[in-house]
């Protein structure tokens, strides 16, 4: 089945610095990618997700890159600020669609 | 807005105890998850269920137990509560394969 690994654990960053976090997968036949934010005592939202027919994608701050081949995945934060604090979770969805593997999770830290 | 609405925030059970975790959403949506989140380990998928009557075990069914009798309702049940299951207990929905899960507020259950 997949498996999805995420890196780093923990992420500290300065306000206004980039925060990147990496993702790896093995199912290569998985075509859906998302990303939650889980803050304190809250549940995980969506906050992006890309399909494997888009190379890159963008909202706002937020950016995530897919690369099939490598089968890797990663968001990218750019100007970070306080509120960006919060568990970050990758996820891919395996082939059939219904089954979503997350990975570990990295906890972000934005200091003021 | 979807929601997804967990009955209880806080459990505690004894040993050998069998327990109900409910889950319910509003949106009509086909496929309903229960998770498990531990920290440093992400959240890990028990059961899913894709249809009323229908359900798939995840990563970790071993103890556990579901039911689905109606579309908008989606159980979890610990048959004889042990320790190893204290944890956060995460229910979820999803309107279609390859879409945005909608996550409950969470139950902390501890086991005593």
């Known amino acids: 089945g997949e498996n999805v690994e995420q890196h780093p654990s923990t992420l500290s960053v300065q306000e206004g610095d980039s925060a990147v976090i990496k993702c790896t997968y093995s199912?290569?036949?998985?075509?859906?990618f998302p990303w939650y934010k889980q803050e304190l005592g809250k549940r995980p939202q969506l906050i992006i997700d890309?399909?494997?027919?888009?190379g890159e994608k963008k909202d706002q701050r937020i950016a995530v890159t897919l690369n099939k081949t490598a089968k890797h995945f990663s968001l990218h934060i750019t100007e970070t600020q306080p509120e960006d604090s919060a568990v970050y979770f990758c996820?891919?969805?395996?082939?059939?669609?219904?089954?979503?593997?997350f990975g570990a999770g990295t906890r972000l830290f934005v200091k003021a | 807005d979807v929601k997804v609405t967990q009955s209880s925030r806080y459990l505690v059970k004894r040993t050998g105890e069998k327990v109900f975790l409910e889950c319910v959403q509003d949106m009509d949506h086909e496929n309903m998850f229960w998770y498990r989140q531990d920290p440093g380990l992400g959240l890990r998928l028990i059961y899913f269920s894709y249809d009323v009557k229908m359900k798939e075990k995840g990563d970790i069914p071993e103890g556990y137990s579901v039911s689905r009798e109606k579309k908008e309702r989606f159980s979890l049940i610990l048959e004889s509560a042990s320790t190893n299951q204290t944890s956060m207990y995460l229910c979820?929905?999803?309107?279609?394969?390859?879409?945005?899960?909608?996550f409950g507020q969470g139950t902390r259950l501890t086991v005593v």
């Open positions: 199912d290569s036949a998985s075509n859906y």
């Open positions: 996820a891919a969805e395996e082939t059939g669609g219904f089954k979503t593997i």
């Open positions: 979820a929905s999803s309107f279609l394969e390859n879409t945005e899960a909608f």
């Open positions: 890309i399909r494997s027919n888009v």
